[in-house]
């Protein structure tokens, strides 16, 4: 049995489809589609990922019978209005013969001959009171869902800020306990005359009593050497006897009860609860605590005794964990795929902040949540094909994973791109990490891969502003004139264009005018900055090392032979090229990006931004950039 759907109506950040009240079967604000084993819900702060656990916790309940209400604040809010009314809608499939028979009363066959349950929550607040509904039914009616076939749906809870080492360690309320009580193995057989034998623990227990009673009735202890026992060693008859003369003096003549000295309570439950799980004499740190305790969590659903449904739910799998340890656990749980039978499969959903998480989660097992939506990053939605899923699995990695993170992408081909466009940014008042724009740096080949994440199998796209940023690599010659017509480079920048850019304007191509990104710099109003940039990048190929502050500002103090003739350059592409030339010769485009960006920094802030914004006036330069930033950063109110 899995949970193959959940649907949810006007429950906190989730409201409906329509931005309607009304609840209808047509409208919930998430309808999201589980597959059977990983599903890691990823996705900035205040997303949604929590909303959704919280929901599956509220329909289902917990492992732990945790107390779970619903309060005015889950009601879904818009423009100040409360909703009255929410809905939570579970769908279950993959029923073995003996699991349909626990649901007989609900439970139906859909059109594949496939048993379904589908159980609902449905709330209304009315005159300061919440009255809700558990149902079960495959018609609009369905009947009130209670007693045991209510605790076969429960889930398995690890809250986010967990704390494993309260939860390992013996007490009334022990976790640990809760878990092995559960396991077959600590099940009482019975006789044949129906009696409960006793469990192996409780005979140890009571062996362990005997030989507390012997100590407390023995002056001297016999020797033991299996356990340590001298034959000098003292017993305690003498603390008995005064224990023993002091309660007869306070009880009645013909009072003849004794004093016993024994361990308390050795029934298997109370034994069970003074239990500690611990993974080694020394102290460990959170972390390994997490792990631990985790891995007691799942031996309750792993376990071939237990019955109903076998579903974590785990929030921030990453909690205490540096990313080595994060990237065990989850193939720990990929694993568990592969070496357990169908019956014995736990079904996980995920909740991560995590960019390594996000990287290793195999795509087709993500939910990208977004504003309250929740997209599916599975082949049957996405315009992604096989051989995006190969390439991405292998080369998405945890830096490009802030994509996931993200309210704006720039998707770019170079180092140079990822250095030199936050630092425009900034100056004009755009800083990129205000505003919850990831800079994703690809490569030219593999700009479609990452792009078509963003667009689905139906013509649609993800909500979140994506600006491709290219390079028309039309290369111009020495004279200043471009290897190519002018119909010749505007039918390229179409068929870019059209490669990348989707129907909905969500995501666009902002193309270079004619060559690279450093050569259009080289085009503009801050060509000067970018020909020291190249100049300091050269000198530093030729020493092949780096150079001093001192040495730089000679650098910049002295002009050569080429450094002049570029200045004395009255044609725009002539001398762009002659400042280009050095790095398509060899020099480093990464070392030059960083100048530049130390230059600008360095400079008048406000000539730097006049020289950027005049490139936007003349249409020249960097405007692609610009207007690349503007695309990502306008209608986005700032990170979380």
Known sequence: MNL???????????????????IRDDNPGIDVKLNPHVNVLIGANDSGKTAIVDAVKIILGTQTYDPIRLTDEDFYQS??????????????????????????????????????????????????????????????????????????????????LRDA????????????????????????????NGDEIKHPLELYFDF??????????KDVLEEN??????????????????????????????????????????????????????????????????QLYMATELIFLKGQGHDGLRLALIEELEAHLHPQAQLRVLRSLLENKKDSSQDEQIQYIITTHST??????????????????????????????????????????????????A???????????????????????????KYGVSIVNVGSKALLHYVDIFKRKDGSSLPIKVAVVTDLDIKVDGEGIPQGKESEIQEKRGEIENRYNDQMGMIKTFCSPLWTLEFDIACGNLWRYMHNAVRIAKEIRNKNGWISDNDVKKLLNSNDEISDE???????????????????????????????????????QGDIKSLIEKDKEEDTGIKYLIDAIEHVTNGNIGAN
């Open 208 to 217: 362990a009593n005997k030989k507390v009673e012997d100590y407390f009735d």
């Open 407 to 433: 309210k704006g992408v720039m998707v770019v081909e170079g180092y140079a791109e990822n250095i030199i466009i936050p630092a425009i940014a900034e100056i004009i008042g755009k800083p990129l990490y």
């Open 356 to 405: 390594t998480l996000g990287a290793a989660v195999p795509l087709e097992y993500l939910k990208l949540c977004h504003q309250g939506k929740v997209y599916s990053l599975d082949k049957e939605t996405t315009a992604l094909d096989d051989g995006s899923y190969k390439f991405l699995e292998r080369f998405l990695d945890a830096t490009k994973a802030n994509l996931f993170f």
């Open 4 to 22: 193959k759907r959940i649907r949810i109506w006007n429950f906190r950040c989730i409201g409906t489809s329509d931005n309607s009240s009304s």
């Open 566 to 604: 570029i200045l004395a350059e009255q044609n725009q592409l002539r001398r762009a090229y002659k400042i280009y030339k050095p790095l398509n010769d060899g020099t480093s485009k990464t070392v030059a990006a960083q100048w530049l960006v130390n230059l600008m920094k360095d400079g008048n």
């Open 165 to 192: 080492e309260s939860e390992l360690s013996p007490g009334y309320r022990s976790r640990l306990a809760q878990i092995l009580s559960s396991h077959p193995i600590f099940l009482k057989e019975k006789d044949a």
């Open 79 to 160: 423009n100040q209005n409360r909703r009255s009314e929410l809905k939570i809608e579970c769908l279950f499939s993959d029923f073995s013969p003996n699991e349909a028979g626990q649901f007989l009363e609900w439970i139906a066959i859909n059109d594949k001959d496939e048993y379904e349950l589908r159980v609902w929550l449905s709330a209304i607040r009315k005159n300061n009171r919440i009255i809700y509904n558990l149902k079960a039914g495959h018609d609009d009616e369905g009947t009130f869902m209670v007693g045991e076939a209510r605790d076969l749906l429960r889930v398995t809870y690890l809250k986010p």
């Open 225 to 290: 050497q299996v356990i340590g026992i001298e034959s000098h060693m003292k017993g305690g008859a003498e603390v008995k006897k005064t224990i023993k003369e002091q309660t007869q003096s306070f009880l009645e003549q013909d009072d003849s009860r004794e004093p016993r000295i024994e361990i308390t309570n050795v029934e298997l439950n109370a034994i069970l609860r003074k239990l500690e799980l611990v993974l080694e004499e020394n102290k460990s740190g959170l972390g390994t605590l997490n």
